[in-house]
């Protein structure tokens, strides 16, 4: 990742200690990671110490220090969706790909996350791929719109 | 784009908007809320804009896109007006039709029209579908009418006008009052009256106070103020100013989850809009009054939702709870007295200046005022966001606005209240929704989801998913809550892979009882609520669980086998050929076998099985009868 992005990320919010979370996710957002190096950078120009930082990236979910695949796959496991079926659409994901929740494959091909609620109870299950939501999937389905990614 | 400087100029400017828009003007609304946008809005949007291009109506017809209407099951949904033709599950390939027809021939396009499931009844009108008709849409009737982004949308339709009377025509301490005479109580779940925090935080001694929203709506099953965001972030911020003037504060926060992205874009473009129009910044409208506002995203933690955690996260923490008192109103953020209120109790609050604490009190029970959004999700024809007046019994929610149970299965439970709350059986269903009556049931009032559940859901495994849910969101501040609720879990755990005990139940209640008045913050001590109201009203089903290792509601995975009937299985291979697992044996003409040493349950085989033959079935607590033998399994 480059440093000058780091830094601009980190300008963009006036370099203040108490926006340390938002420039975390900005990072995460733009690299889907938070390598080392970055997390060093953002620690030396906010001059916070990095225990701080750890705390916070293991504290909150959306935060990854190892590298995600190419692309991500949320499936939802909100109540809503857990009554529609929600564990045989994800038990059905880690048959396809063969990777459980909160892995990665070795091909750096997809990461697999659950997550809480998305808030489209409506449409329950949910899955989303690289941001593309797929509402009321069949465990058979969401295996099928997983071939179309490379 | 000239600064408003006073309320002549927003009157002046009102005017200019409407003069240019008449009611009878034929407009085509689409929704484009984020559920929408998960069935396919966006391509409808384009196909929209290319067929009122061809035939030649681009001048004539508006296009607006709006935010969420609510009835997510159905969308995208196309609504036109002047009529109100509603049209549902919209598709881009309709559009040329629905155009041709509808502006040009004054047609409508039969077949997405609504139909109700019960009677096959068909409403052309968004007025007629009895999942609006049976609503008071206070708060989210707005979200249909405007484009989320438009400031001019916004004020055709009376926005700041509350505002404006609490700046030029109203104290502070006016203001409140109105706040407190109209007994609005908090959105966010635990219903403590509004007014009188405003008020505390109004006394706080000290000339730096802050106003945050709270739109970390972590709960499962809950989206009203996603949609609220998303749909009409100019209400909020309005409710927001006005409780900023009445509290004393310049500064305020709006912290939503990163989960909602287009919640956090149109906020933005809202908030850079009435920057651009003085209506916030430096001394708005004239007035003196100064205001401005950050947006927080969360970055993934369901206790963020809890005042003192979000104000730990906003300073850039993580956020743990702190013990109350000190309540923030008076060391809140930065130890300065700061009023946090959820989305929807500040939306609530232009309604209250506008229409008065006379009106807005006359809506609901005693002790409950106003409408409440519900998310009525799960096991439910309707399912989307319902806003109804408070005290409506719950049945006229989950059967006059949700239409019932789908498929003809048996009604078993509502849950209300999230992960705080708890089930409610079809005995009380005629209970009157409102804060105090839910607490007497052993639910809560919560967030607002709804979730309704049937025969095939096993109580005892939502109960368990929930403490799940709370395992893992717990912050482990406190011991209580982090072993608590781990301990519980293990329980539960066992007892729906069929690993249950004596004693267990017992020791569940006595755990529960613990993590409930020893925990730091809400979320631990309300954790066990779901365990507690599933054992006081399907005190049956952990005892079957327990005793038989017997799921009744065939869905426990470690306590069910699917079994193929051979006097019913016709051979057709059906179920065969959809097994993932490749767990079934058979041939043409053959009866079917489940190799159940292969079958992970998945539960594909029936859903493939012929309505006609319905050989496949779920049994529990019972052996599995031995297969047929190979050599008796042809079919003459």
Known sequence: ?150 | MPRINSPAELEEFRRSILSKRSDDRPCITLCSGSACHATGSEKVAGAIVAELENHGLTGQVDFRRTGCHGFCEQGPIVVIYPEGICYLKVKPEDICEIVSHTFKEKKLVERLLYVDPTNGEKSSFEHDIPFYKNQQRLILGLNRKIDPKSLEDFLAVGGYKALTKALFEMSPEEVIGEVKAAKLRGRGGAGFPSGMKWEFARKAPGDQKYVVVNCDEGDPGAYMDRSLMEGNPFTVLEGLMIGAYAIGATEGYIYVRQEYPLAVDNLSVAMKEAERRGLLGKNIMGSGFDFTVKVHRGAGAFICGEETSLLASLEGKPGEPKSRPPFPANKGLWGKPTNINNVETWANIPVIINEGAEFFSSVGTESSKGTKIFSLVGKVNNTGLVEVPMGIPLRDIIYKIGGGVPKGKKFKAVQTGGPSGGCIPEAYLDVKVDFDELMKMGAMMGSGGMIVMDEDTCLVDIARYFLEFLSDESCGKCVPCREGIRQMLKVMTDITQGKGKEGDIELLENMAMATQGAALCALGKTAPNPVLSTLKYFREEYEAHIKEKRCPALSCKELIAFHIDPEKCKGCGSCLRKCPANAIEGGKKTIHVIDQEKCTKCGTCIEACPAAFQAIGKLSGVPVPAPVPQEKRALA
């Not at chain 1, 203040?16 to 390598?35: G, K, N, T, V």
């Not at chain 1, 190892?66 to 929600?86: F, L, N, S």
Request: glycine share 6%; aromatic share 4%; with cysteine.
């Open chain 1, 1 to 150: 990742m480059d440093i000058t992005r780091i830094d601009q990320i980190i300008d963009d919010h006036n370099a203040e200690q108490s926006s340390l979370i938002q420039i975390l996710l900005d990072i995460q957002a733009e690299h889907h990671w938070l390598p080392k190096q970055a997390l060093d950078r953002v620690a030396e120009k906010l001059d916070v110490p990095m225990n701080r930082i750890q705390h916070i990236t293991t504290f909150y979910k959306a935060f990854s220090q190892v590298p995600k695949g190419r692309h991500q796959i949320h499936v939802c496991m909100g109540t809503a969706c857990h009554v529609r079926g929600a564990q045989r659409v994800l038990d059905t994901i880690s048959e396809a790909t063969g990777i459980k929740a909160g892995e990665t494959d070795a091909e750096l091909k997809f990461s697999l996350e659950t997550v809480n609620c998305l808030g489209c109870c409506a449409l329950g299950p949910v899955m989303v791929v690289d941001g593309e939501y797929h509402g009321n999937v069949a465990p058979a389905q969401a295996a099928d719109v997983l071939k179309n990614y490379e």
